[in-house]
């Protein structure tokens, strides 16, 4: 049986899920984790940014797992082909919007103590 580069990508970007966890910190809004078949990849962030995203038009920008160096320099650790990488993050974005929608603000000043 013979299986195409085509076929393991669109197995793939089936079969992809994404959790995401919301911080709201400074510059970090989610962290993301991606569940793809026989593989989990944990560190995808989700940061603000001050230009809009070329493919979903809010100012964030979506990362994947990096670390930074001792020179200060950020380095990608898991690297992926655009063509899947498009779909991850589109996935990951649905699933902070939908996250983000969902969510409810607290506000500690009508906690009554």
């Not at 655009?82 to 919007?97: A, N, S």
């Not at 983000?100 to 506000?107: K, L």
């Amino acid at each position: 049986m013979n299986i195409t580069e085509e076929q393991v990508r669109k197995y793939i970007a089936e079969n992809v899920s994404v959790k995401v966890k919301l911080y709201r910190k400074g510059w970090l809004l989610a962290q993301a984790e991606i569940q793809l078949p026989g593989q989990i990849i944990r560190g995808c962030t989700v940061k603000k940014s001050d230009y809009p995203h070329e493919d979903f038009g809010e100012p964030i920008w979506i990362e994947p797992p990096c670390y930074r160096s001792k020179k200060g320099n950020y380095s990608k650790i898991v690297y992926f082909e655009e063509e899947l990488w498009k779909i991850i993050e589109k996935k990951i974005f649905e699933t902070y919007k939908e996250k983000v929608e969902n969510s409810e603000e607290i506000n500690l000043d009508d906690i009554p103590l």
